[in-house]
């Protein structure tokens, strides 16, 4: 006798079929989510470090910037001194149209620039600019001469001072122009008489006639206030 068919195991069959058939569909569906977050993640990194490189490019740009910002000051700053170093050298100006100066006052224009050098080491240094046919200086080779080591700066403001108070008996602060001749044609180096006018004149506001103690001082040195 032929065994009959079992319908109940065919049921059961095609029940599995469909429930592996659900699996393997369960498993697509899980892999095409993973691969999905795969990629969002991958996307959000891709933010991130595009993110991380535009915060980068904002950080320099602000550094250059600021760099841009202080070379602008910096520039004004020497704008700013070349105008009052030139106000300065144009006063020893011959011709005022000119942009130079006569050699012979390379003395003058050293110290009102707050140099003090010796008569005896300015006298070499024009010889020897005059020995080259150097009779004219322009404001560029004045600055280059401050450079040079005999210029030096005679910082002791003080010491200056108190020296220069001796002659003022009345202790206002200003010094009789003919004492003040006397004094420099008879102290240390003598001066000629042209240097020494230009020196008394250094001392001189429109409206004295005698000379400021602190406005010489700020004419020789500087202004350190």
């Given at each position: 006798?032929?065994?009959?068919?079992?319908?109940?195991?065919?049921?059961?069959?095609?029940n599995?079929?469909?429930?592996?058939?659900?699996?393997?569909?369960?498993?697509?569906?899980?892999?095409?989510?993973?691969?999905?977050?795969?990629?969002?993640?991958?996307?959000?990194?891709?933010?991130?470090?595009?993110?991380?490189?535009?915060?980068?490019?904002?950080?320099?740009?602000?550094?250059?910037?600021?760099?841009?910002?202080?070379?602008?000051?910096?520039?004004?700053?020497?704008?700013?001194?070349?105008?009052?170093?030139?106000?300065?050298?144009?006063?020893?100006?011959?011709?005022?149209?000119?942009?130079?100066?006569?050699?012979?006052?390379?003395?003058?224009?050293?110290?009102?620039?707050?140099?003090?050098?010796?008569?005896?080491?300015?006298?070499?240094?024009?010889?020897?600019?005059?020995a080259?046919?150097?009779?004219?200086?322009?404001?560029?080779?004045?600055?280059?001469?401050?450079?040079?080591?005999?210029?030096?700066?005679?910082?002791?403001?003080?010491g200056?001072?108190?020296?220069?108070?001796?002659?003022?008996?009345?202790q206002?602060?200003?010094?009789?122009?003919?004492?003040?001749?006397?004094?420099?044609?008879?102290?240390?180096?003598?001066?000629?008489?042209?240097?020494?006018?230009?020196?008394?004149?250094?001392?001189?506001?429109?409206?004295?006639?005698?000379?400021?103690?602190?406005?010489?001082?700020d004419?020789?040195?500087?202004?350190?206030?």
């Open positions: 006798m032929e065994d009959e068919e079992n319908p109940q195991l065919d049921d059961s069959i095609d599995e079929n469909v429930d592996n058939k659900n699996i393997d569909n369960e498993n697509v569906d899980n892999k095409n989510i993973d691969n999905e977050n795969i990629d969002n993640k991958n996307i959000d990194n891709e933010n991130v470090d595009n993110e991380d490189i535009d915060n980068e490019h904002i950080d320099n740009e602000h550094i250059d910037n600021e760099n841009i910002d202080k070379e602008n000051i910096d520039n004004e700053d020497i704008d700013q001194e070349m105008i009052e170093l030139n106000a300065i050298f144009s006063r020893f100006k011959d011709d005022p149209n000119e942009d130079f100066i006569n050699v012979n006052r390379l003395t003058q224009v050293l110290q009102a620039f707050g140099r003090n050098p010796s008569l005896k080491d300015s006298e070499q240094r024009i010889n020897e600019l005059e080259a046919e150097k009779f004219e200086l322009t404001l560029e080779d004045v600055l280059q001469i401050t450079n040079e080591s005999w210029t030096a700066i005679n910082n002791d403001r003080d200056l001072r108190q020296a220069l108070e001796k002659f003022d008996p009345t206002e602060g200003y010094i009789d122009i003919e004492k003040f001749r006397t004094i420099m044609t008879t102290l240390g180096e003598p001066l000629t008489d042209e240097e020494l006018d230009d020196l008394i004149q250094l001392g001189l506001n429109d409206e004295q006639t005698k000379i400021n103690i602190d406005y010489l001082l004419q020789l040195l500087g202004n350190n206030t």
